[in-house]
């Protein structure tokens, strides 16, 4: 049952990344605006991991990115960085490593509920959690190159959602 699942939401996902819009958003990686290609965010990845070097123990501070990554830019970028295009290296940068092992207790307590809450009798329980937790894990694929728990919106969904596995 479960690995028919899983292979379901694969078949759907592939068809869901082959439509247009999916294609042409992947497209504007190689364009050649800075803040949208590929090459722009891996400049700004290499000056965060400076950066991280340079404060690895505190971090610069919850929500300094801003103010403090400027001496880290790499020479040659047009515009400065008001994120660093990848969540999990500016949560290092602004809080240091520590947060690293928090974050991944979350995620192993977040799963193991999930998880365990799959073995529940109601069909229902068992499609929104699963429902939920692969929500939960497109945002956390998504945060690799975006700021995508910096958004309002996406910060309340992303909980919603840990919530509803959680309760």
């Not at 501070?61 to 970028?77: C, I």
């Not at 490593?97 to 928090?102: A, D, G, L, S």
């Amino acid at each position: 049952m479960f690995l028919t699942i899983v292979v379901g939401m694969a078949v759907v996902g592939t068809i869901l990344l082959a439509s247009t819009p999916v294609v042409q958003r992947l497209n504007t990686l190689i364009k050649n605006d800075a803040a949208e290609n590929l090459v722009g965010r891996l400049r700004m990845w290499k000056g965060t991991r400076r950066m991280i070097a340079d404060h690895v123990l505190t971090g610069t501070g919850p929500g300094t990115f801003t103010e403090a990554y400027p001496a880290y830019q790499e020479p040659g970028v047009a515009m400065l960085a008001v994120y660093a295009h990848n969540d999990y290296l500016q949560f290092i940068a602004d809080n240091g490593v520590f947060i690293i092992p928090v974050m991944a207790w979350l995620l192993f307590l977040f799963f193991r509920t999930g998880f365990a809450k799959m073995n529940n009798r109601s069909r229902q329980i068992r499609g929104i959690t699963l429902g939920a937790m692969g929500a939960v894990v497109a945002i956390l694929i998504h945060s690799f190159s975006d700021f995508n728990l910096h958004i309002p919106a996406n910060a309340v969904l992303f909980t919603v959602l840990t919530a509803i596995v959680i309760d």
